[in-house]
């Protein structure tokens, strides 16, 4: 353990125990470095669900982003049933991660910020200097996504009217830690 990060694999079995209380059920966490139709087609399914239509990505699109460099997809199922999904890769500027989307169908109960912490624990271990990805101001509910991805550690780092808020985060001991202590070891 450095500077109190778990190791990824005691994270993912932290974070499952977790999220089956907060849900009332089995909560299992899948990993895959890779996307087949069945996990396209799950992604798919929640993506359409939870976003509006200019947010969603193709078919295409996702074989694009499943071939990516350092894919990494994180799928939750509760009772067997998927719910969310997180998934990112390696980023074209060296030593940075992509965080490209995320997404749960059961809202209020930590489950995308479990999938963020454990994206963030992934990347540190695997030697990733930075995380970035690009959010909205506010999303379809009006949330401040901006401050949200903020209590993470996330900054602004660019501001684009046309692709976004692109925000990055320093993967230091320090600042992965401080994840895993606020929303993987808490009983928030």
């Not at 005691?10 to 907060?22: C, Q």
């Not at 998927?82 to 074209?92: K, L, S, T």
């Not at 602004?156 to 009217?161: G, H, I, K, L, Y």
Request: hydrophobic letters at 35%.
């Amino acid at each position: 353990m450095s500077v109190g990060i778990p190791s990824f694999e005691d994270a993912l079995k932290m974070a499952e125990a977790k999220l089956s209380r907060s849900m009332g059920g089995d909560c299992v966490i899948t990993v895959h470095h890779r996307l087949d139709d069945e996990f396209k087609r799950i992604i798919m399914e929640i993506d359409h669900e939870k976003f509006r239509e200019e947010l969603q990505y193709d078919s295409d699109e996702m074989d694009t982003r499943g071939g990516s460099k350092g894919f990494l997809l994180l799928l939750i199922h509760l009772d067997g049933r998927p719910v969310g999904f997180d998934y990112g890769y390696e980023d074209d500027e060296g030593g940075a991660f992509f965080s490209d989307s995320s997404a749960t169908l059961i809202e209020r109960k930590g489950v995308g910020s479990t999938l963020t912490a454990l994206e963030l624990i992934y990347c540190y271990w695997q030697g990733y200097k930075t995380s970035k990805l690009v959010t909205e101001e506010r999303d379809e509910q009006d949330r401040p996504l901006k401050e949200i991805w903020g209590k993470f550690g996330f900054t602004v780092a660019e501001v684009d009217p046309k692709t976004g808020v692109e925000m990055r985060l320093t993967l230091t001991p320090e600042a992965v830690a401080n994840v895993y202590r606020r929303y993987l070891a808490s009983e928030r």
